[in-house]
């Protein structure tokens, strides 16, 4: 693993996290972007050499709405940058970890993305992420 690529946060509002958010860091966001699969809406505010995430859904049976619905708002993930996440996922799943999808698949801010089960890590969603060229 490279570095922390993110911190993604769940939020019910994106617009009104959006405010929040750009009152605290002082900027706005420099990206908002729909990733149908997921069924959410995501902005991203650069901080440094690190970025936050915000998770809106935008289905109730997606993941981010569950998520809230159970815990309420809050830190959903942390994702790290690999150089080659098929390479990662072999890797971790022959240390033992569970994968929550067999191949990777195309995330927000052009990135391939992989999620490992938080059984797994101390109930810490954790994403692998991989720019794509």
Known sequence: MLKIEHIGIAVK????????????????????EKVENENVITSFFSIGENKIELLEA????????RFIEKKG?????????????NAEMKRLQNEGFTLLSEQPKKGA???LICFLHPKNTNGVLIELCQSIS
């Open 58 to 65: 935008t289905h109730p049976n997606s993941a981010i709405a």
């Open 13 to 32: 509002n994106l617009e009104e996290s959006n405010q929040l958010f750009t009152k605290l860091f002082g900027k706005q966001p420099y990206k908002l």
């Open 109 to 111: 801010d052009n990135k």
């Open 73 to 85: 708002e809050g830190i959903h993930h942390i994702a790290f940058e690999v150089a080659d996440i």
